[in-house]
């Protein structure tokens, strides 16, 4: 491994064990009940199988979402503390997941394996981005045909295109929710181009299927109360089609 990347990803390890144990309450339940919104289009199309990978598992939200449509479940991430959380959550959900620990570059030169869902959520984005079209070849390797590869991601927008009110909920929302207790530098993360994500899922030779976009809009309160439900699905009618947040679903002829 070259040493920019080596240290990008010990940054990013490091980070991940620190945040590990408080991911799930700080970042995954907060965004539960708007990501069942981003996610609508693409379950419709998700079919029960043998076999599911998720590539950047963290604490297992994809797994939680997906994995029990699936005989077997494979975690993938660089972080022990993170597939920590992911085995005791999708042990209390039923999901029968195993773990790798590594990064998803050495998982998927070595891999063999082909399964019928592929998904890589939030994890694309901490790569550095030249690599992003390596990563869209390894999971079209890694798919049966007529699988499934599910990707989403924070897209470059503009710094003023979030709507106003959306901010101004948010604001109030982050001072109610709970926050990491240790201060730590974020890693080297940063929004996608998304003409480089969609160029790539398609140079791998993947068919888009599904495309959805969503704001960040977080909830007042956990769990979200209906005020927050209302709300949340307002903002996302109203403002979601040009959203930071993209989902897309891809399939493999
Ligand atoms: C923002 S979290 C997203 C986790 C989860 N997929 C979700 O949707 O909540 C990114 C995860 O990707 C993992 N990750 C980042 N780069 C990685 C790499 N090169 N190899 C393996 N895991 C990686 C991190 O450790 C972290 O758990």
Same mark, same amino acid.
């Given at each position: 491994m070259n040493p920019?990347?080596?240290? &990008?990803?010990q940054k990013d390890i490091e980070y991940h064990e620190t945040i590990g144990d408080e991911y799930h309450k700080v970042v995954v339940d907060?965004?539960?009940?708007l990501n069942e919104m981003l996610f609508a289009p693409i379950a419709k199309i998700v079919k029960a199988g043998d076999s599911m990978l998720d590539l950047g598992c963290g604490t297992g939200h994809m797994m939680l979402r997906f994995g029990r449509q699936f005989r077997s479940v494979t975690?993938?991430?660089?972080?022990?503390?993170?597939i920590e959380s992911a085995r005791v959550n999708c042990g209390n959900a039923g999901v029968n997941?195993?773990?790798?620990?590594?990064?998803?570059?050495?998982?998927?030169?070595?891999?063999?394996?082909?399964?019928? $869902?592929?998904?890589?959520?939030?994890? $694309? &984005?901490h790569l550095i981005p030249e690599t992003i079209p390596e990563v869209m070849e390894g999971i079209a390797r890694a798919l049966n045909?007529?699988? $499934?590869?599910?990707?989403?991601?924070?897209?470059m927008v503009d710094a003023d295109d979030e709507p106003a009110e959306i901010a101004r909920w948010n604001q109030k929302a982050m001072g109610r929710l709970p926050q990491y207790t240790t201060a730590i530098d974020e890693p080297d993360e940063a929004p996608i181009d998304a003409d480089l994500l969609l160029g790539a899922i398609s140079a791998?030779?993947?068919?888009?299927?599904?495309?959805?976009?969503?704001w960040e809009i977080l909830p007042q309160n956990m769990p979200p109360s209906i005020l927050d439900q209302l709300v949340i699905r307002f903002f996302h009618w109203r403002h979601g089609s040009n959203g930071i947040v993209m989902a897309i679903a891809a399939s493999k002829p």
């Open positions: 920019e990347a080596d240290s &990008h990803f907060p965004r539960s009940y975690g993938v991430d660089h972080s022990p503390k993170m997941a195993h773990f790798q620990h590594q990064n998803i570059f050495d998982f998927l030169a070595g891999n063999n394996q082909q399964f019928d $869902l592929v998904s890589c959520v939030g994890c $694309l &984005h045909s007529g699988g $499934l590869a599910i990707m989403a991601e924070p897209i791998a030779g993947l068919q888009i299927e599904k495309q959805s976009r969503s």
